[in-house]
């Protein structure tokens, strides 16, 4: 057997497999996620069932979405877990999670993401955040940095800025290549995110919001006068009181808010 294989299952590159095989990792995560019965958990990408039966074992019952079909239906005829899962066979990127509120519980969603599309699947998720209680994610290491980095830092772009307008954002845990079955090429780490209340949200447009993250952060050697231009003269951003020779990782969270905002009331 290749190391590609793992559990009799071939590991598919494309669906970013990458199966968690060690056990002290898993209780930790599983510690994380904090599983009780009765709760609407929900996982992404549960693969093998390496964190799916942990925390199966604890809740009872739980919702999985899962886009390869030869792995759903594993999970669906799984003598011990298929009878406490309610499988769904599809892209995660596409579905839509509010459908899984039948009641006052909001969704605690965990996984070990795929690799290859969990920035676009970390925005769509945002989406449905006054849904959601918390979130656990295994992450390659750089994006959990890039997702909790604060201003006047390398790390500093779009993702920390629309993370950190969604949720509180906290790494849990760094976990090396040697844990996976086959390894990825690079680290890992597991972040918590807790969505914010909606009043805490307060751009009056998100696409908005994202727009001017997008300009500013897409030449982020410029100063804001350059990069914001297509958006904001430079005398309207003296007239928000910043200073045109800052660049896009010079400015908060609030800054950007407070840009969007003054877009969106008067050139909108
Ligand atoms: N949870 C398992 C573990 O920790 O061993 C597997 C993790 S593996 C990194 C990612 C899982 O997500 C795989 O099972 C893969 O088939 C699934 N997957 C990939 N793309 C997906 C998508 N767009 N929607 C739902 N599941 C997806």
């Known amino acids: 057997m290749t190391d590609k ?3 009799g299952h071939r590991a598919r590159k494309r669906f ?28 992404i990408g549960p693969g093998l069932g390496a964190i799916t039966e942990p925390v199966a074992d604890l809740s009872e019952q739980l919702t999985v979405v899962e886009l390869d079909k030869d792995l759903a ?43 290859n599309v969990s920035t676009p699947l970390l925005f769509h998720l945002f989406e449905f955040c006054d849904h959601v209680e918390h979130m656990h994610f295994m992450l390659q290491k ?34 090396p290549p040697e844990c996976f079955k086959p390894a990825p090429k690079v680290d890992s780490a597991v972040i918590r995110l807790m969505p914010k ?12 919001l994202n727009t001017v993250c997008l300009e500013a952060f897409n ?37 950007f808010i407070k840009i969007a905002n003054w877009i969106y009331d008067n050139k909108q």
């Open 5 to 7: 294989v793992h559990l």
């Open 16 to 43: 970013g497999q990458n199966f968690l095989n060690d056990a002290g990792i898993i209780d930790k995560i599983v510690t994380a996620i904090d599983p009780k019965p009765g709760e609407n958990l929900v996982e």
């Open 73 to 115: 239906e594993r999970l669906i005829h799984h003598p011990f877990l298929g009878p406490k899962l309610t499988v769904h066979q599809g892209d995660a990127m596409k579905f839509d999670f509010a459908s899984l509120i039948t009641d006052e519980r909001k969704l605690k969603i965990f996984g070990n993401l795929p690799y």
């Open 142 to 175: 750089e994006v959990v940095k890039r997702m909790v980095a604060s201003p006047n830092s390398k790390a500093y772009g779009r993702l920390s800025v629309m993370t950190q307008y969604y949720c509180h954002a906290m790494p849990v845990i760094e976990v």
């Open 197 to 208: 209340a909606p009043e805490q949200r307060t751009a009056k447009s998100v696409k908005l």
């Open 219 to 255: 030449q982020r050697r410029k100063t804001i006068r350059n990069s914001l231009s297509n958006l904001l003269t430079a005398e309207e951003i003296e007239g928000l009181g910043l200073d045109l020779k800052l660049r896009a990782e010079n400015l908060s969270l609030d800054t």
